[in-house]
């Protein structure tokens, strides 16, 4: 996975799918955190981003997925766990193939035996009671745009 630490920096490169179905989002986070954010996750050296999310909703879901078209690509210093991450991210609007588990609001387990995630489907005119990570998201998921946008997000003082 394409991670790399010098000191306190982190650099990530990651691969993120949007997926509404119904006109909700589904959002994850690992049990013990207190924000919520799309699933998917570091890219896999030769290995291209929007490939990157299918395996990831594979490994984590068990589902399969389409990646429908790309929507944003996201630079983003953030402050996590002790480390500044300096974090490049490709977000996909994507579809789950053949998913049974889309009821809203119902909380469900991943399937990783390494990850303690959750999952849920949140109705789009509630995501403002959610705290979601980037905060950008909340916001634009109200209208997603036609062609590929790049995004600039600073959290942390930068040098």
């Not at 119904?22 to 996750?41: Q, T, V």
């Not at 944003?72 to 490709?90: D, K, L, M, R, T």
Request: glycine share 4%; hydrophobic share 40%.
């Amino acid at each position: 996975m394409l991670s790399f630490v010098q000191e306190t920096n982190r650099l990530n490169i990651r691969a993120v799918a949007v997926i509404l179905h119904n006109d909700n989002l589904l959002i994850h986070k690992a049990r013990h955190e207190n924000f919520w954010s799309l699933p998917g996750g570091r890219v896999e050296f030769f290995e291209h981003s929007d490939a990157t999310v299918i395996r990831e909703l594979s490994e984590e879901l068990g589902a399969n997925a389409t990646v429908i078209r790309p929507l944003w690509y996201v630079e983003n210093f953030f402050h996590y766990e002790g480390q500044h991450f300096h974090e490049i991210a490709s977000y996909f609007l994507t579809e789950l193939v053949h998913f049974k588990n889309t009821q809203p609001l119902n909380i469900f387990d991943g399937i990783e035996d390494d990850q303690d995630l959750i999952y849920q489907w949140v109705p789009s005119n509630q995501l403002n009671q959610f705290t979601i990570k980037p905060e950008f998201l909340v916001e634009r998921m109200h209208s997603l745009p036609a062609q590929l946008e790049f995004i600039k997000i600073n959290e942390i003082e930068t040098r």
